[in-house]
């Protein structure tokens, strides 16, 4: 069987949604399809579900962005998907309370939000299959063709004027096109993610920055108001295997740090934190979301920039913009800012002895420093500062 569309978008995430429901809201001329492998909408979860409130960043990141992070925001959350209101942000570091910090964030429920968005995507008139998964796509003519098995076992072609790849990373898309270099190993985190009780406050997020548990990222609980938290460990992909398997991380995670799971099973998907891939599409062919690298480096948000990067797809499919120059001009400073701002941290997210190190050349600077990595920024005298201790960490550790 072979179908036919103008535009295929392969995964209903927060990207792939957002985009189909900007193309059939702005009266985009042609057939929208939307594809995932999922057979239920957006779900498992594999997610912390923070998402920021609309003043958190207004005054760290530059005007233009800003108001396309707050045309998502407003888009897409509502009140009801609003499952707990966080202000602090607690930091943890090697097992000590480092900082509190005002930190306005809520926890949402997230497959309510993306079920939401398909609706709007459905009631819009774009077609919409789930459980169909995208095997590999090639050039046809001036189009696209993809070869999808539907979860029954059957199999079937779409051809489609433009391809959407917004299935994260690595995106069938890119694999089939050869449209970027992709991500190195150290470039990657291995995410976990389940539901946990333990002794935590319902209205502070806590990050963990403990490399024995978390070597090359850092772990979190976001409590949800009920008792029960959103929690998880992120560790750098060319390590998290060593051991065995990541979960060993998550598991070393929940025993240090006074949490029982509630959920049987432990989740994890990989995510980039490399900043931007080194191009977003090819001829008709595009990358959104994760697939495109569109997680903040420092602190592994994606959701947002999921939808930014979507936005600024749909911009240009709708008005006839370049989304490359988009991208370059609106969001790839601020991506490439924090990615090397991780890529300086490094040395101290892999080994407990740097970070014990940091903390007695200054707590200050440290709590100052990870809380705006937290909040996507870097003022000049932060990486200043930043880059100085550093530099004197390493000079240290190397006589030592
Ligand atoms: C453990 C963890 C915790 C996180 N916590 C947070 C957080 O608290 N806040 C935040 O902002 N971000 C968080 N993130 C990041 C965030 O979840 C992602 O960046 C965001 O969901 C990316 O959206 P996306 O639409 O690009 O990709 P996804 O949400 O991954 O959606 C991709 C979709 O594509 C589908 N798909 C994949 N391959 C195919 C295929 N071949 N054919 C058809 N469909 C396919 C998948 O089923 C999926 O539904 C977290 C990530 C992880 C892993």
């Known amino acids: 069987m072979v179908i036919k569309t103008d535009v295929l978008i392969i995964g209903g995430g927060p990207a792939g949604s957002y985009l189909a429901r900007y193309l059939v809201r702005n009266g985009f001329n042609g057939d929208v399809m939307l594809i995932d492998k999922k057979s239920v909408i957006y779900a498992p979860i594999i997610c912390g579900e923070l998402l920021p409130s609309e003043d ?26 609003i499952v707990n209101e966080i202000r602090w942000l607690r930091l943890v570091i090697n097992n000590r309370d480092i900082a509190r910090m005002p930190f306005r964030t809520y926890v949402i429920d997230k497959a309510a939000m993306i079920r939401n968005i398909i609706e709007d995507v459905i009631n ?23 070869l999808v098995h539907d979860k029954d076992g059957g199999e079937y072609v779409i051809n489609a004027r433009a391809l959407i790849g917004a299935d994260a990373y690595p ?13 190195r190993a150290e470039d990657l985190i291995i995410a976990t993610s389940t539901r946990a009780r333990g002794k935590y406050l319902d209205d502070e997020a806590v990050i963990v920055m403990d490399p024995g548990v978390a070597p090359g990222g850092f772990a979190w609980v976001f409590p949800r108001g009920d008792g029960t938290h959103n929690i998880g460990v992120g560790v750098r992909n060319n390590i998290a295997w060593k051991g065995g398997s990541p979960i060993n991380y998550h598991m070393l995670f929940v025993g240090r740090y006074g949490l029982e799971s509630i959920q049987r099973s432990v989740l994890m998907k990989t995510l980039p934190v490399g900043g931007l891939l080194n191009r977003y599409g090819i001829g008709n062919a595009y990358l959104i979301g994760d697939a495109v690298g569109a997680v903040i480096p420092t602190n592994g948000a994606g959701i947002n920039p999921a939808m930014i990067t979507a936005h600024l797809l749909g911009e240009s499919m709708i008005r006839g913009y370049d989304y490359a120059l988009l991208m370059n001009r609106l969001f790839r400073p601020l991506m490439d800012r924090m990615v090397m701002f991780r890529r300086i941290g490094d040395p101290l997210l892999m080994s407990r002895d740097a970070m014990e190190l940091a903390l007695r050349v200054s707590r200050g600077y440290m709590a100052g420093s990870i809380y705006e990595a937290t909040l996507s920024s870097m003022r000049t005298s932060t990486f200043l500062k930043f880059l100085i201790g550093n530099l004197l960490i390493k000079l240290i550790s190397s006589l030592a």
């Open 56 to 81: 958190l960043l207004k005054p760290w990141i530059n005007r233009d962005l800003y108001n396309v992070l707050l045309t998502t925001l407003r888009e897409t959350l509502r009140r009801e998907f």
């Open 124 to 146: 819009g008139g774009a077609k919409v299959h789930f459980g169909a998964t995208a095997i590999k796509c090639a050039v046809k003519g001036d189009g696209y063709e993809c």
């Open 171 to 183: 995106s069938i898309v890119d694999l089939s096109l050869g449209i970027t270099k992709g991500f």
